[in-house]
């Protein structure tokens, strides 16, 4: 391992552009950072720290800079009084040490010009100081709600992962009409207030694809893999060779029929074709009208995402071995590719525009159905190096860096993800421009997002390519202007956020989230004393503003855990780090504390006499009652979990040993469900009238 930091300038250098020289995996210990990450870091931020000249050269640059600048490039104001404790030292406001008689202009985000910061309207505003010695400054002026959308009551909904959930009309993978007749159903016959999904983002193209939907091509548009090609209005006018649809009820036979795993790139294929002969038909009148409004709002980004699809069909869907003058988005060589590749363009953006519809649709499914919430929609941590936004964005991404994790209890080697992270100070420059548009165009058709990693809004761990994740650091980002634009997309949409903020979290960040709004995600066995006894955390003790479930996509569902086949998968997968006895005797000593937990609160039902596997549906619906007497506003039930599936959707650690997100829901000896008969489950319809039934005992 590379040698400590031990340098005061370069510690200096590296605390003024937020990179970490240290940090604490726990309250009692203290990790010093390698000088190498520290250098790199910086270097990734264009700054040149690898000499002492150069380290004392940059700090003396960087302090002159702070010292002249007379605002930051990004200033946040809160409608209400500003809450503390976002993770970064507490500052004055900028405005109240400009020098006497600087004069402000404002240009709010309305259009409408003000002299004042006082009374602005909530927005992005364009700040203009002009100060009596000559120098002048710009800022951008984030004006937010204090808090973001609460829930207005209690209430419950399903997980799932969509592509899992296929019906007898979709091709070979659960698609988004699938999604809204699931919304449609759990609303209007059981309750729900919510679907929530897995990363809807566009993928990275060819074959094969990467399957994981936390690694997209772009975050900013859908995939559109996930369209119902029968229900874009101009299908029933196109011409298509009746063999896509003998192909398409093939594929679909194969995984409901045949246990075949979901082929991701078959489906794509089908509807790829299917779809240029549909997009050849001409739009009516409305429909043009609403698609030009929807180019027009979209702009520079939506031109640029179809831009990477076409050129990755030409060139290859990694954008850093095209040739070198279409490596840049700018360049007059990708213009002239663009015109050429006009068609393909034009194709992309459509595909953009018609899945922005089926997903909007799908949310007026969910509303229309009497969900409060509707869907919720997951925005991953990052996006995969080669993709659109990675190229489109290149100026925004911090050059041979990769996201990912310290070492913990949990992983002793760390993690990379190999997601390239956001510059905060391209960020903070751009008034968070891509960020800001990430979280409008989601919020489109949200009616709550989930934000994976809610941690990498305050400080992410960037890797050096080539390091292992041990020789990383943490690098800060604005996480007070994160929040404020999360909140005024948020309240604009009238929507709820969810943060996962599982694992190692830094002090006083859940206490800054709660503050602001955002939900947290407690999930059932991870929810112990850990500072006291270890024992399972009893109900009333558990925090209210909170998603609460029993289990997640990389978890083992709850069936998996009663009858101990977590252990046992991954034992087969080599993933162990006990011997197999202690592990699965740890694993029952685990069950059976939580067993006894809800045996002494009542929770269990006695076993429906000769019913097969009643004990363990008693069980899973025992432990859904406990989540109902925590506090949590919102429960969620893993879909899986309704029908008595064994297998994770996903295993973390593992890449082609196990079939990661290519699996559809299936019972309990493995065999897939289609949507049509989950709904009609007796086992599942049961669970969710439990769950029903516990909301309305407690009167939220």
Not at 262 to 285: F, M, N, T, Y
Not at 300 to 327: F, I, K, S, V
Not at 403 to 416: E, I, K, S, T, Y
Not at 480 to 504: C, F, P, Y
Request: net charge negative.
């Amino acid at each position: 391992m590379a040698a400590a930091l031990d340098d005061d300038e370069l510690r200096a250098l590296a605390e003024l552009h937020g990179v970490a020289t240290s940090y604490s995996p726990s309250p009692e210990i203290v990790v010093a950072v390698p000088a190498p990450a520290v250098i790199a870091a910086l270097a990734a931020l264009d700054v040149d720290a690898s000499t002492p000249a150069a380290v004392r050269t940059a700090l003396v640059e960087r302090e002159r800079e702070l010292r002249e600048r007379l605002l930051p490039p990004t200033v946040v104001r809160w409608t209400g009084q500003p809450a503390a404790g976002t993770g970064t030292p507490a500052l004055p406001d900028p405005f109240d040490v400009l020098p006497p008689g600087t004069r402000t202009e404002i240009v709010t985000e309305q259009g409408e010009q003000h002299t004042s910061i006082d009374d602005l309207p909530t927005g992005v505003h364009q700040v203009t100081v002009s100060a009596p010695d000559g120098r002048t400054g710009h800022a951008h002026l984030i004006v937010a709600p204090e808090r973001l959308p609460a829930p207005t009551g209690r209430s419950y909904g399903l997980l799932a992962q969509l592509y899992s959930v296929l019906s007898h009309r979709s091709w070979g993978m659960g698609d988004l009409g699938d999604l809204a007749e699931l919304a449609a159903w759990a609303g209007r016959t059981h309750g729900a207030g919510f679907v929530q999904v897995n990363p809807l983002h566009a993928a990275v193209p060819g074959a094969p694809t990467d399957p994981s939907p936390y690694r997209p091509s772009s975050r900013r548009f859908p995939d559109p893999v996930h369209l119902r090609v029968e229900d874009v209005p101009e299908y029933s006018y196109a011409e298509l060779n009746p063999r896509l649809r003998e192909r398409a009820e093939r594929l679909r036979a194969d995984v409901l029929d045949k246990g075949a795993l979901i082929d991701r790139d078959a489906v794509w294929e089908l509807k790829r074709q299917a779809l240029e002969q549909v997009v050849r038909v001409p739009l009516g009148p409305g429909r043009q009208a609403a698609y030009d409004a929807f180019r027009a709002e979209e702009g520079q980004a939506l031109e640029d995402h179809a831009t990477w699809y076409a050129l990755a069909e030409e060139h290859g869907p990694d954008w850093r071995t095209w040739p070198e003058p279409l490596r840049d988005p700018r360049s007059a060589e990708t213009a002239r590719a663009r015109a050429r590749l006009a068609d393909r363009v034009e194709f992309h953006t459509r595909l953009a525009w018609l899945t922005d519809g089926q997903l909007r649709a799908a949310q007026r499914a969910a509303t229309e159905a009497g969900m409060p919430i509707g869907i919720v929609h997951d925005l991953a941590v990052g996006v995969h190096p080669v993709g659109a936004d990675a190229w489109s964005q290149q100026d925004h991404f911090a050059a041979g860096m990769s996201v990912g994790a310290p070492p913990d209890a949990f992983n002793a080697r760390g993690q990379d993800w190999g997601l390239p992270p956001w510059r905060p100070d391209r960020l903070a420059e751009s008034g968070h421009l891509p960020y800001r548009q990430l979280l409008r165009a989601l919020f489109r058709y949200a009616g709550a997002l989930r934000i994976d990693h809610v941690m990498g809004l305050f400080r992410l761990w960037w890797v050096p390519e080539g390091s292992p994740p041990t020789d990383g650091t943490y690098v800060r980002y604005d996480a007070e202007a994160m929040l404020a634009l999360l909140a005024l997309e948020a309240s604009r949409a009238g929507a709820l956020v969810i943060g996962e903020d599982l694992g190692t979290v830094e002090p006083g960040v859940r206490e800054t989230l709660q503050r602001r709004g955002v939900l947290g995600t407690s999930v059932l066995w991870f929810e112990r004393d850990w500072t006291g006894d270890g024992r399972p955390l009893p109900p009333e003790s558990w925090r209210e503003d909170c998603l609460a479930t029993a289990t997640t996509h990389d978890l083992p569902p709850t069936a998996a855990r009663l009858t101990g086949e977590h252990v046992d998968l991954r034992e087969k997968l080599g993933l162990l780090v006990k011997s197999g006895a202690d592990e699965r005797a740890d694993a029952v000593a685990d069950t059976a504390e939580w067993l006894a937990l809800l045996g002494s609160l009542g929770l269990l039902d006695a076993p429906a006499a000769g019913l097969p596997g009643s004990d363990e549906e008693a069980e899973i619906q025992g432990f859904h009652r406990f989540l109902l007497r925590t506090p949590a506003r919102l429960v969620g039930i893993w879909l899986p979990d309704g029908i008595g599936d064994r297998r994770p959707q996903n295993v973390p650690g593992t890449w082609d040993q196990y079939p990661n997100w290519r699996l559809p829901v299936a019972d309990p000896q493995g065999r897939p469900v289609p949507l049509e008969e989950l709904t009609a489950s007796p086992r599942l319809g049961a669970l969710l009238a439990t769950v029903r039934a516990g909301l309305g005992h407690s009167g939220l």
